[in-house]
């Protein structure tokens, strides 16, 4: 795990936010802001904020599904932020991603057979003639049986129907995973059972996954890493237990506090986050949480914080994270509720 697989260097993307005017967008979304990472072979990062802090949109620019406006993305110590579609297509069978809602990412015309075939063309090492026992391969490694294989996406639970999207995803033999809230849609018992196959597929094909999602409590059981995201920049990257045990970024803090646990005096700790996620056309200067910060202090107001390092490949974004930390405000659950 000591090798990046996917690395990204001040990566910013940003949409036009109005009409443009003279041929110039009137402002910009600003949806990743000088976001640099690098996503070690075989472990599972996790990526995690609140809604529209701008998370998906990193994970699909990888992909090439949302465009780079600066900075670099390497896979493999390979430059791919930047190459045209054709080019890409290259890298595209190595890289895939598992979406949210599987009712609208399998087609309903389509029999799984043909949904899996279609991934199955972009595996060069499959020949056509082998596809159905392929794809009866696949639905065995998501946990279906072959009798599914001519069966139509609305014959499944919504649980079955993310094993397809999985089954689908591997179909092309890939490297890298990116999945975009793939267990939110699910109910929790299906959740849990989807993220066991993950994790053993993970570890079956020695797998490099990135997994998106806003619930903190579900990374400790799925990441090696989890990279905390405020308001398009990543404000916190940890190995998962120490995020959890001693998070050094207030945002973590507060995320960690809001995650509801099962006992009756903890839930009248629950530290909740005063304020709105700030608009990403028209985020604050400085450090972007700083109006939502209890600790904020002139310079978190004018100052974009730098990375400071924590240790292997864990760092912070924040200007006091070392006094809060000395001071053990960072310690204290009740602190920012
Ligand atoms: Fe809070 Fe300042 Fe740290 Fe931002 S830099 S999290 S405002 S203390």
Redesign the pocket.
């Known amino acids: 795990m000591n090798e990046p697989l996917v690395e990204l260097e001040r990566v910013t993307i940003r949409f036009p936010d109005e009409r443009p005017v003279f041929r110039k967008p009137a402002s910009w979304i600003r949806a990743v802001s000088d976001v640099s990472l690098a996503i070690m072979k075989g472990e599972c990062l996790g990526l995690v904020g609140e809604s529209g802090c701008g998370k998906s949109t990193m994970g699909r620019a990888i992909l090439k599904l949302a465009p780079l406006y600066a900075g670099n993305i390497r896979f493999m110590g390979e430059e791919i932020g930047r190459l045209g579609e054709k080019a890409f297509n290259r890298y595209r069978p190595r890289m895939q991603m598992v979406f949210q809602d599987p009712r609208v990412s399998l087609n309903p015309k389509m029999t799984v057979f043909r949904i899996l075939s279609e991934a199955l063309h972009l595996n060069a090492a499959v020949e056509k003639t082998a596809y159905l026992e392929q794809a009866v391969k696949l639905l065995d490694l998501v946990d279906l049986r072959p009798e599914h294989i001519y069966r139509y996406p609305h014959e499944f639970s919504g649980g079955q129907q993310q094993r397809i999207c999985i089954a689908r995803a591997l179909a092309t033999d890939p490297l890298f995973v990116v999945f975009d809230e793939a267990t939110s849609a699910l109910d929790v018992s299906v959740q849990a059972q989807v993220i066991n196959l993950m994790k053993a597929l993970q570890e079956k094909f020695g797998l490099t996954y990135l997994f998106i999602s806003h619930d903190l409590s579900i990374m400790a059981h799925v990441c090696t890493r989890v990279a905390v995201m405020y308001a398009g920049r990543v404000v916190e990257v940890r190995e998962a237990a120490a995020l959890f045990e001693s998070p050094r970024?207030?945002?973590t803090k507060a995320l960690k506090n809001a995650v509801p646990v099962a006992d009756p005096e903890s839930v009248k700790q629950l530290g909740i986050l005063k304020g709105e996620v700030p608009s990403l056309s028209d985020p604050p200067p400085g450090?972007p949480?700083?109006p939502r910060?209890a600790?904020?202090?002139d310079i978190?107001k004018k100052e974009v914080?730098g990375i400071s390092p924590l240790g292997e490949k864990s760092w912070v974004r924040?200007?006091?994270?070392e006094q809060?930390w000395n001071l053990g405000k960072l310690r204290n659950r009740k602190e920012l509720s």
């Open positions: 970024h207030p945002y450090c949480f700083h910060c600790y904020a202090e978190c914080p924040c200007h006091l994270h809060l």
